[in-house]
């Protein structure tokens, strides 16, 4: 007997079901919708934006995890997450590095106070720390930091050559970055969104090629990167090291 379509349809797992829901939303083409879903998404705010920074913490969990099995956080590591959201990124990090310190920066108020309050008891041991910023002008001191990680930020940097030179300059001389995606150039699956979100929400969706391309103009060597263009709108991991002993 053959199996009915309907039973081979794929449904979304918990956590990619987020995920589901928005592509459908960005599906339907509608520019005024796709820039309000993307907007909210790039910068929380207000009540809604709270509900959304609770949502991101729950959908990129996985890229997340997946990130942070590439980094190779130390105890004694210094780790910058730029674009830190609500802050799940940081209590992962602040286990993998209990003798390091943990800063987080985002450019949302809503996000910081969240990020703040999901770590507050790391936060007042003086393990980890949470500023307000923007990734193209930091509020930290040259070579500050061993590692940097962006985990799905990269998109709405107005101007990544400026922000990447900024990683650079407050990581340590032999200092790595991270930068991770889940929608890029470099999906398989069918119906990408990369020009929905591009013409409609002014947002950049990169390919592999592009990342490095940019890592290596900041000044970054030693470029690796991971693809897994079959999960969710393909995944990406990218880093690069900043020169130096």
Known sequence: MTPSP??????????????????????????????????????????????????????????????????????RDRVLDVGCGAGKALELLAHLAPRGFVVGLDHSETMVFQALSRNRARVLAGQLSVRMGDVGR??????????????????FWPDPRAALEEIHRVLIPGGRVALSLEYTRDASRAGDLSDTLESSAGIRIY???????????????????????????????????KPGH
């Open 207 to 241: 390919s592999s090629a592009e990342v490095l391309e940019l890592l290596e103009a900041a000044g970054f060597t030693a470029l690796r990167h991971e693809a897994q263009p079959s999960r969710s709108n393909g995944w990406l991991y990218v880093e690069g090291r």
């Open 138 to 155: 930091m509020p930290f001191a040259d070579a500050s930091f061993d590692k940097v990680c962006a985990i799905e930020t990269l998109y």
């Open 6 to 75: 309907m039973l081979e349809v794929k449904l979304p797992t918990l956590h990619e079901l987020p995920t589901y829901v928005f592509d459908t939303l960005l599906s339907w083409n509608i520019p005024g919708l796709t820039r309000s879903l993307v907007g909210l998404y790039g910068r929380p705010d207000g009540w809604l934006g709270r509900l959304i920074g609770h949502v991101m913490s729950f959908e990129h969990g996985p890229v997340t995890r997946w990130t942070l099995e590439h980094m190779d956080i130390q105890p």
